[in-house]
């Protein structure tokens, strides 16, 4: 059986990032707000895929819950949206593949607004060019506790799912010409220098509404 998100937008929910210490999954068993736990796992996909070595993310992991109740070191209220789905049954609760998830900060010379619609058309570039089974968007991000501990601001949340790590592998670009459209696109409206990414494992509590 597979899952099949089509364009649609979820009610508002709120993700829990932590900076310090990680999320413990255990901590969230049993309640109903819970909606999913990220937390930071193996970083050598992410390390290959960029020739790095020693990524050190600059989060610790994500609680997605739909109350603004769990207290992280810094509490945001989003407006997700699954572009697309196509999880399998058995990627739950706890998802096989190799999930990235990136705290986007917009470039300094945009406006909110245009930074938006940038990112939401960006949604036709990920799917022509990358093999992911899911990508989301979060976006309207509203501070609702915390701090940024380096100050950085989020204008948006970015959710890949691989179902493999052979699918990344192979299928993280799926043309000889992908790597330099995605780059031409996202350099346009995306400040690198303060957005953040990491590998994690997610574990999925609820589906999403």
């Known amino acids: 059986m597979e899952r099949h998100s089509k364009g649609i937008t979820q009610n508002p929910c709120y993700a ?13 068993e049993g309640n109903s707000d819970i909606l999913s736990v990220d937390i930071l796992t193996d970083q050598s996909p992410l390390e290959e895929l960029r020739r790095i070595s020693n990524l050190k993310p600059r989060f610790s992991g994500i609680v997605w819950s739909l109350t603004p109740h769990i207290q992280a070191d810094f509490g945001v209220a989003v407006m997700k949206k699954f572009s697309w789905d196509n999880r399998t049954a ?9 999930k990235q998830i990136s705290l986007v900060s917009k470039k300094n010379n945009l406006d909110i607004n245009t930074f938006h ?3 939401q058309a960006h949604e036709s570039i990920a799917r022509q060019h990358h093999g992911m089974q899911a ?5 309207h991000i509203e501070p609702i506790y915390g701090n ?7 204008n948006a949340i970015s959710e890949l799912w691989f179902g493999t790590r052979n699918d990344w592998n192979e299928r993280f670009y799926l043309e000889a010409s992908s790597a330099e459209v995605v780059k031409r696109d996202t350099e346009g409206f995306i400040n690198f220098g303060k957005t953040q990414s990491a590998i994690v494992t997610e574990i999925t509590h609820r589906k999403y509404l």
């Open 16 to 28: 829990h990032i932590f900076f310090t210490d990680a999320p413990e999954n255990t901590d969230y």
């Open 90 to 98: 058995n990627s739950f609760p706890k998802f096989g593949g190799v």
């Open 117 to 119: 619609n940038r990112y």
């Open 135 to 139: 990508y989301a968007q979060s976006m």
């Open 148 to 154: 940024h501990p380096d100050g950085s601001e989020i």
